[in-house]
């Protein structure tokens, strides 16, 4: 014999179950668009090694520069055997808007730093962040930068 419930408790549980079911049901949509406004991307990003041993960063900054809130190079001394290893940055120097630009800011950036390892290879990568919380930050591809050869060989004069 099946126990049937009062109408009370069925329509309890009928209820629980609808929140239950309702509650779990998300909206599916393209994702909201972020404020392309406020986004900023980077150009023409490259390294130099500089022959006192110094890594001189150069680059532009286009579109919301006010939100720029740091620039952080990543870099790894690598030796000429692993450059297919996986990137593990050792070293990071951070700098912030007015280290980089002083009180004026212009789409164009540069900035020194000196390594603590000294390597003839460097793998780097700049991570550029974005002061408006939410928003994604910029970030290069990793790349390779080589000491500049150096000419060593000593010529002698002939008369």
């Known amino acids: 014999m099946?126990?049937?419930?009062?109408?009370?408790?069925?329509?309890?549980?009928?209820?629980?179950?609808?929140?239950?079911?309702?509650?779990?049901?998300?909206?599916?949509?393209?994702?909201l668009p972020q404020k392309v406004d406020q986004l900023?991307?980077?150009?023409n990003v490259f390294v130099i090694y500089n022959p006192e041993g110094t890594l001189s960063v150069q680059g532009t900054v286009a579109g919301a520069l006010e939100n720029v809130q740091a620039?952080?190079?990543?870099?790894?001394?690598?030796?000429?055997?692993?450059?297919?290893?996986?990137?593990?940055?050792?070293?990071?120097?951070?700098?912030?808007?007015?280290?980089v630009w002083g009180q004026d800011r212009s789409?164009?950036?540069?900035?020194?730093?000196?390594?603590?390892?000294?390597?003839?290879?460097?793998?780097?990568?700049?991570?550029?962040?974005?002061?408006v919380s939410g928003l994604t930050n910029v970030v290069t591809p990793v790349y390779k930068v080589n000491k500049p050869f150096e000419e060593i060989r000593d010529f002698v004069e002939v008369k």
């Open 2 to 31: 099946i126990k049937k419930l009062p109408m009370k408790k069925y329509s309890l549980f009928a209820v629980c179950c609808l929140f239950i079911f309702c509650a779990a049901c998300g909206k599916k949509g393209d994702p």
């Open 40 to 43: 900023f991307s980077l150009q």
């Open 71 to 99: 620039f952080t190079l990543e870099l790894e001394a690598v030796d000429e055997n692993c450059i297919g290893c996986p990137f593990v940055p050792a070293e990071k120097y951070s700098k912030t808007p007015q280290e």
């Open 107 to 131: 789409s164009e950036f540069s900035f020194s730093v000196l390594p603590y390892t000294q390597s003839s290879v460097y793998r780097w990568r700049l991570v550029v962040y974005n002061a």
